[in-house]
């Protein structure tokens, strides 16, 4: 290939086509659980956090529901992937060479959001939220701080647990003293917990028994979260309001710098192409979610044993 301005361009252009062609195709799994917001500027708070507000018979004046300000803040982080592709192959017709890579860097910035929403995900045992708790707490407070509810377990996935976890989700409580009327639709786990909670939600039988929990939600299996083994996570995932909150500054675009003028051709002789990105991720309302651990094991209550006696 003769090296002009022309043929670079044409270059940039069948390779922007590739990484959008992968960018669009490519699927994602954390749009499930995120509520998207676009941004607008490097940070955004939300305080309206913690509020879901209810229908009540109108007796008198209306009775205003107030928004508690949480001063929970998003700020927007910048990502980037960069390589560069020497001019020499370029113009010895190596472009081919090089277009797998244009697709994957497509597909690495649309699935880049799973890595950061799940990883979020799997420190929120440690991570705040908006109340100054972390997202999976013993002691999260409500009905205006006066009393506290726990979104968190320790045991391991079983029909138990699992039943367990469920029941404290559709029972949680609002600020004015009545259920949230949460249902939780999604368990998300580990590839490693993966053959649990198939049989969990799919077998018809679990220990020649009947399995009540079956099809009672869907299953969300993510490699992610391979690097928690144990945890397991169950979920609300069709309010308005998500578990967690995906904010968008700035789509992930591929650029390139490749005019004869580019310090990195004229010095190196090196055409560099990169992605831009700014985005985060947030935690969203606490309500929506439940997390264990993984770490106990059921607890059987022990029997006493037989001596003979009568």
Partial sequence: MVITPQSLQGMYV??????DQAYNESPVQYERIVMK???????????????????KEWIGSREVQNIIAHNY?????????TIQIPVNDIADDQIGVYSPIVSEMGMSAKKHPDSIVFDLLGHGFQEKCYDKMPFFSENHPYNKGHDTWSNMGTKK????SYAEARCKMMTVMGDNGRPLNIVPDLLVVSPQNEAVARELLFADL???????????????????????????YLLCTKRY???????EREKPKLVCKN??????????DQVIYGIKGRYNVGFGLWQLAYGSTGKDSETVESKPENDGEL
């Fill in 14 to 19: 069948g390779f922007k086509v590739l990484y």
């Fill in 37 to 55: 917001v676009p941004s607008a500027t490097r940070e955004s708070t939300y305080a309206w956090l913690g509020q879901i507000p209810n229908m």
């Fill in 73 to 81: 803040t998003i700020k927007n982080k910048t990502y980037e992937l």
């Fill in 157 to 160: 996935l079983s029909a138990v």
């Fill in 206 to 232: 679990i220990a020649g028994s009947t399995n009540v929990n079956k099809a009672t939600c869907e299953l969300l299996v993510v490699p992610e979260l391979s690097a928690y083994p144990e945890q397991w």
């Fill in 241 to 247: 309001i998500k578990p967690l909150i995906f904010q």
């Fill in 259 to 268: 005019k004869d003028t580019d310090d990195n051709v004229f010095f190196d």
